[in-house]
């Protein structure tokens, strides 16, 4: 059994999760589970309730969940709907469809009993105030790096992963990166393993990044080479790698994981059997 998430509010997540699959329950229900703790926390400004909103002030999110046969669904650009994880889920087991955007999003949260709630939080509207007057580029750190990928093992053996974000900062209005498109924000096969990312959404977006890890996973790499073999791709492939940050994460079936980034800084949460940590990710000198 293993759990890994992006960034330092991994660690709390982590812990929901692992309560779950210690008690044997399946590793898409950790996922869930571990990642709407982020979701429902205000102090979390790039995920769920809390996230700081686009360039008008409006709250979007955007997630998306996938288990180990290659079930997923999806859901981008949702207003008003705390856990966007949940509401993925439901799109991939009550629905014939992967994903679900916008107002029809929200209108089949509705049907599900998902309940509206507004989103912008007093301190995230005196912070879209404050950038208002400046207008300047928000940079994708730890304080604002817009997802919390988590991927799981439970004790069958079978894989699970989830994304959910509040995308980047002041964003534009319709913005949607990475985070809910299966092959770039998150990707799992059962037969090999499981990769999410984390950090610019449109560098990962044009490498079907996650998709890539588990790839390079099939073919003999291990999870940590696979993730330091994106990276050096999307360096390659994109001259202006050095000017943000991204963070991939891997999980093989056999519970060996990777986690590797373009800049310092990158953190990720895991938890096994020993306990739960933080740890410090490898990242790129030169692609």
């Known amino acids: 059994m293993i759990a890994i998430s992006t960034w330092n509010f991994g660690l709390p997540a982590n812990k929901v999760a692992w309560e779950i699959i210690a008690q044997n329950g399946t590793a898409l229900d950790a996922v869930e589970h571990g990642v709407r703790h982020c979701e429902a926390d205000p102090e979390v400004r790039s995920v769920g309730y809390g996230g700081l909103p686009d360039k008008s002030g409006i709250v979007t999110l955007d ?14 650009y949702v207003k008003d709907i705390k856990h966007p994880i949940t509401l993925a889920r439901r799109v991939m087991e009550r629905t014939n469809h992967v994903m679900l955007v916008g107002e029809g999003a929200s209108q089949f949260a509705e049907s599900q009993g998902i309940n509206r709630e507004f ?3 007093d301190d995230a509207r005196t912070r879209w105030k404050q950038w208002k007057k400046k207008q300047e580029f928000s940079e994708i750190n730890w304080e604002n790096h817009d997802t919390i990928c988590m991927l799981a093992m439970d004790s069958t053996g079978l894989l699970a992963g989830a994304s959910t974000t509040s995308g980047i900062a002041w964003k534009m209005h319709g913005r949607v990166g990475d985070s809910p498109i299966i092959g770039a924000g998150l990707y799992v096969d059962g037969s090999v393993g499981a990769a999410a990312a984390t950090g610019r959404g449109e560098s990962v977006m044009k490498m079907c990044g996650s998709f890539l890890i588990v790839e390079y996973m099939r073919n003999g790499a291990t999870a940590q080479q696979a993730c330091i073999m994106a990276a050096k791709r999307l360096a390659q492939q994109q001259k202006d790698w050095s000017e943000y940050q991204v963070g991939f994460i891997a999980l093989d079936i056999h519970g060996n994981y990777g986690a590797f980034s373009l800049k310092d ?9 020993e306990g739960h940590k933080l740890c410090d990710a490898q990242y790129l000198e030169t692609p």
Do not use: E, K
């Open 119 to 121: 989103l912008l939080t």
């Open 265 to 273: 800084g990158f953190q990720y949460a895991l938890s096994t059997p």
């Open 63 to 76: 997630a998306c969940i996938m288990d180990h046969y290659g079930n997923c669904g999806s859901v981008a």
